[in-house]
Nanobody, 129 residues
Framework: QLQLAESGGGLVQPGGSLRLSCVAS????????ITWFRQAPGKDRAAVAC????????LYADSVLGRFTISKYSPENTVYLQMNSLEPEDSAVYYC??????????????????????WGKGTLVTVSS
């Protein structure tokens, strides 16, 4: 059973930066594609970035391209979401989710849509002056 725990959210001023962490336990992230989602009040949940199990492929939503960077640190089984140039519109609860993959060489790409196998509980990001 894979468990995910997000951290790093908080209050930041517009133009500021935050780094979110998603720590996995129970399963190696070498067998999981990770997607970061966010959900603002009254809005649908939306994917913002994903990273393949190998760490070699990443995808980004247009709204965060060039501002957010997803990465992983395998020794700590952790995926990060570095968020720069934050805007009030980035305020949301951020979730990491895992798409378990038994053989990443057969299915190497992460995805921004579709059902995920495991979810964290989320971390709140508020961008406000």
């Amino acid at each position: 059973q894979l468990q995910l725990a997000e951290s790093g959210g908080g209050l930041v001023q517009p133009g500021g930066s935050l780094r979110l962490s998603c720590v996995a336990s129970g399963v190696s992230l070498n067998n999981a594609h990770i997607t970061w989602f966010r959900q603002a009040p009254g809005k649908d949940r939306a994917a913002v970035a994903c990273l393949s199990a190998s760490g070699g492929y990443a995808l980004y939503a247009d709204s965060v391209l060039g501002r957010f960077t997803i990465s992983k640190y395998s020794p700590e089984n952790t995926v990060y979401l570095q968020m720069n140039s934050l805007e009030p519109e980035d305020s949301a609860v951020y979730y990491c989710a895992a798409d378990y993959v038994l053989n990443p060489t057969i299915r190497p790409m992460c995805r921004m849509t579709g059902a995920m196998d495991y979810w964290g509980k989320g971390t709140l990001v508020t961008v406000s002056s």
